[in-house]
């Protein structure tokens, strides 16, 4: 394994997840829709908590997680541009627009940071010893976190937009949060609102049809 290209994964994992949080507190700025709100407000706290799990790894593989590397800095500089993008939004004065702009900015960095744990999870099942447990650990502690954040912001992109454009949508619902439940009902609720979000979106495809007509020649020779 590349001791090398690992510790550059970890370290432009934990700046992207350092930029996730300046990028949910300027969504939250954007926001209209008060579920979509109740949302972003639990992915920031938790986005908050990732921060300090990957730094917490970090630590324990021996790696600075305050050392900024070029990739990492083209890390910041991404994450940058995504609150840039919802700043430049909220100046034009249409909240809708901004908000719209504000979720695909939350999907563009919750895929990234989806795919940097996957990666993660993939290199603990590799890595041995106590390092191995350590990021192991780090991995089950996120993971089915970063599932909802991912596909319950592809839901509400996809529905937002098609509500923009006059189409029917069907806005995606969170199920409100018990305090007293223990960390593995928690989890499946997590894993069932994905599942939730992902079936959402099917049966808006289903009805959304003029995505799949086709697009109208303009040779009037392919006319009969």
Same mark, same amino acid.
């Given at each position: 394994?590349?001791?090398?290209?690992?510790?550059?994964?970890?370290?432009?994992?934990?700046?992207?997840?350092?930029?996730?949080?300046?990028?949910?507190? *300027?969504?939250?700025?954007?926001?209209?829709? &008060?579920?979509?709100?109740?949302?972003?407000?639990?992915?920031?706290?938790?986005?908050?908590?990732?921060?300090?799990?990957?730094?917490?790894?970090?630590?324990?593989? &021996?790696?600075?997680?305050?050392?900024? *590397?070029?990739?990492?800095?083209?890390?910041?500089?991404?994450?940058?541009?995504?609150?840039?993008?919802?700043?430049?939004?909220?100046?034009?004065?249409?909240? &809708?627009?901004?908000?719209?702009?504000?979720?695909?900015?939350?999907?563009?960095?919750?895929?990234?940071?989806?795919?940097?744990?996957?990666?993660?999870?993939?290199?603990?099942?590799?890595?041995?010893?106590?390092?191995?447990?350590?990021?192991?650990?780090?991995?089950?502690?996120?993971?089915?976190?970063?599932?909802?954040?991912?596909?319950?912001?592809?839901?509400?992109?996809?529905?937002?937009?098609?509500?923009?454009?006059?189409?029917?949508?069907?806005?995606?619902?969170?199920?409100?949060?018990?305090?007293?439940?223990?960390?593995?009902?928690?989890?499946?609720?997590?894993?069932?609102?994905?599942?939730?979000?992902?079936?959402?979106?099917?049966?808006?495809?289903?009805?959304?049809?003029?995505?799949?007509?086709?697009?109208?020649?303009?040779?009037?020779?392919?006319?009969?």
């Amino acid at each position: 394994m590349e001791q090398e290209m690992v510790k550059e994964l970890l370290l432009q994992s934990l700046e992207h997840e350092k930029g996730g949080i300046l990028i949910y507190q *300027t969504a939250l700025k954007c926001v209209v829709n &008060e579920d979509l709100k109740e949302e972003w407000e639990k992915y920031l706290e938790e986005t908050e908590k990732h921060v300090q799990v990957l730094h917490d790894a970090c630590l324990q593989l &021996e790696v600075d997680p305050e050392e900024m *590397t070029p990739g990492r800095q083209i890390t910041h500089d991404k994450g940058a541009a995504l609150v840039a993008s919802m700043e430049a939004a909220l100046g034009t004065g249409d909240k &809708e627009m901004a908000q719209c702009v504000a979720a695909e900015a939350v999907v563009l960095a919750e895929t990234v940071d989806h795919f940097n744990w996957q990666l993660i999870g993939e290199v603990a099942k590799k890595m041995g010893g106590a390092q191995g447990k350590a990021l192991k650990e780090a991995y089950e502690e996120v993971e089915d976190e970063e599932d909802e954040h991912l596909y319950h912001s592809k839901g509400w992109l996809r529905e937002l937009s098609l509500q923009g454009m006059g189409l029917k949508a069907v806005l995606p619902r969170r199920k409100r949060r018990s305090t007293s439940s223990p960390q593995l009902a928690r989890r499946a609720r997590n894993r069932n609102a994905a599942r939730a979000a992902s079936r959402r979106i099917m049966r808006a495809l289903g009805r959304a049809r003029i995505w799949n007509r086709p697009i109208p020649s303009s040779d009037p020779s392919s006319r009969s």
